[in-house]
């Protein structure tokens, strides 16, 4: 158990649609990170939180946002879905520079 | 720029065998490097790092990975494999910046373990 949650842990939804995933970080760390993992894709980095603040933006797509809040936990918000989304997203968090991440166990989201 | 090659894309070995997983890496920095393991349907898990401290590193479950600055390489090593270490397998280099890291992954390895 690394100590980062992810809720939900699996999410079927439509095209068109919205949703919000959630992830709460290790007690302590202040990064968050945001991955996307698809078969065709691999693992792509979206985005990172550190203390509320956006520190980096990888392959997000404009329709996906992210934020992170006062307690740190955070959440990845994908809009106007698409087939094409259907992955497995990955939370991960950080303690201070140059250390490793850990990741929670995902949100398989399967968009019909 | 900061980048991992991960040069073998399967790996098939018998179990008791050696294991053998190659990474090269590129960094402007002296880097952070990680190995990360994900079995099916599960998020990944930190296997080792280095951080510049001993050259070889031990990692969980027996795997052990050697830093090698001259050739900018980071194999991932076994001695003997088990089923259960069947899994796909991450190499990652750590970006300093700020107050917070970045890690830049590999594009993965599947490891296949024959009975």
């Known amino acids: 158990d690394s100590g980062v949650t992810q809720t939900p842990k699996h999410l079927i939804t439509a095209t068109g649609q919205r949703v919000t995933l959630r992830c709460s970080p290790r007690s302590g760390d202040l990064s968050v990170y945001w991955y996307q993992q698809s078969l065709d894709q691999g693992l792509q980095f979206l985005i990172q939180?550190?203390?509320?603040?956006?520190?980096a933006k990888g392959n997000i797509l404009e329709r996906f946002s992210a934020q992170q809040f006062p307690d740190l936990h955070s959440e990845l918000n994908l809009s106007s879905l698409e087939l094409g989304d259907s992955a497995l997203y990955f939370c991960a968090s950080s303690g201070e520079a140059r250390s490793e991440q850990f990741f929670g166990p995902g949100t398989r989201l399967t968009v019909l | 720029a900061q980048s991992v090659t991960q040069l073998d894309s399967h790996v098939s070995v018998s179990e008791g065998t050696p294991v053998l997983l190659r990474c090269n890496y590129s960094?402007?920095?002296?880097?952070?490097l990680f190995w990360y393991v994900q079995h099916p349907n599960k998020g990944l898990q930190l296997l080792l790092k280095y951080t510049s401290a001993a050259t070889l590193v031990k990692g969980i479950n027996g795997f052990e990975a050697e830093f090698k600055k001259s050739e900018t390489s980071f194999h991932l090593t076994k001695p003997s494999a088990h089923m259960s270490d069947a899994a796909e397998y991450f190499c990652?280099?750590?970006?300093?910046?700020?107050?917070?890291?970045?890690?830049?992954f590999g594009s993965g390895t599947r490891l296949s373990i024959r009975p």
């Open positions: 990652a280099v750590s970006v300093p910046y700020s107050s917070a890291s970045k890690i830049i």
């Open positions: 939180y550190y203390n509320g603040e956006e520190r």
């Open positions: 960094s402007s920095y002296s880097p952070s």
